[in-house]
């Protein structure tokens, strides 16, 4: 019904040498066929990556993009300048966007309008703060971003898009939220979905986890009946932790 994802995400690591090395140890484990496995790597391995993992079952994603086309926005990159070297997948709304690069919820409905427009595939990233979740602010937070950010898109826009809850306390923290929280926050999202366009749409739609996802939980929080995979930042630089991850549905 709904496709099972994991990401790794790259963030501000692996060189040249890095990747080369990553990837063919990447390429010599099988993956199962039930899993939409992609890495995505800074902008300057990105081709790099799709190259060599042209005939494999990876897949390649960009870690971000902006919202214009072309012109004057030093230091950017268009989402057909990422088409032009065959990557059709970015993430977008990463926390670290959010907080180090000042990204809100409104530059983030024009970048997936742009991303939409360029018929990419989308994973959007959100999620709430410590002080958020134990003012017990959670849901209400992840209501407005996705309201904010996603819910002005026709249905079909579903089609390209894919979710990644984020507890922003749990990004490379060690702190993990608890399988029952990750599924309790994946079944309101469902909902909420449900509420906006309709059931069909929602059980369409990837929910992934992020938040110090490691071989030794992943199992645990991959049960959750709304939780479809994961966002794995730390792990997915080591390739044995990454694949132990993407074989533990
Ligand atoms: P982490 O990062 O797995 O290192 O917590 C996840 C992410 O930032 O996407």
Not at 40 to 47: E, G, I, K, R, W
Not at 74 to 96: D, F, Q, R
Not at 166 to 193: C, D, F, Y
Request: charged share 25%; glycine share 8%.
């Amino acid at each position: 019904m709904r496709d099972k994802i994991i990401v790794g995400n790259w963030k501000m690591n692996n060189d040249n040498k890095n990747t080369e090395e990553l990837l063919t140890k990447l390429k010599s484990y099988p993956i199962p066929i039930n899993v939409r496995t992609l890495v995505a790597p800074s902008f300057t391995q990105l081709s790099q990556c799709v190259k060599k993992l042209e005939k494999s079952k990876l897949n390649v994603a960009a870690q971000n993009m902006n919202a214009e086309d072309s012109g004057a926005y030093t230091g950017e990159i268009s989402a057909g300048m990422l088409k032009g070297i065959g990557v059709t997948t970015v993430i977008l709304g990463h926390s670290e966007r959010r907080s180090l690069f000042h990204e809100t919820d409104f530059i983030l409905e024009k970048k997936v309008n742009t991303a939409l427009k360029e018929e990419m595939e989308i994973i959007f990233c959100f999620g709430e703060k410590l002080p958020e979740r134990n003012s017990n602010k959670h849901f209400e937070v992840v209501t407005q971003q996705l309201k904010k950010s996603l819910f002005s898109f026709p249905k079909t826009a579903w089609r390209k898009i894919n979710l990644a809850y984020e507890p922003v306390w749990a990004i490379g923290t060690g702190e993990t939220a608890s399988p029952g929280q990750a599924q309790e926050m994946h079944n309101h999202i469902r909902k909420l979905i449900a509420e906006n366009y309709d059931q069909e749409t929602a059980d369409c739609v990837s929910i992934l986890y992020g938040g110090s996802v490691k071989p030794s939980n992943a199992q645990d929080i991959f049960k959750g009946p709304d939780v479809d995979g994961g966002l794995i930042g730390g792990a997915s630089l080591n390739a044995d932790d990454f694949m132990a991850i993407v074989n533990a549905f």
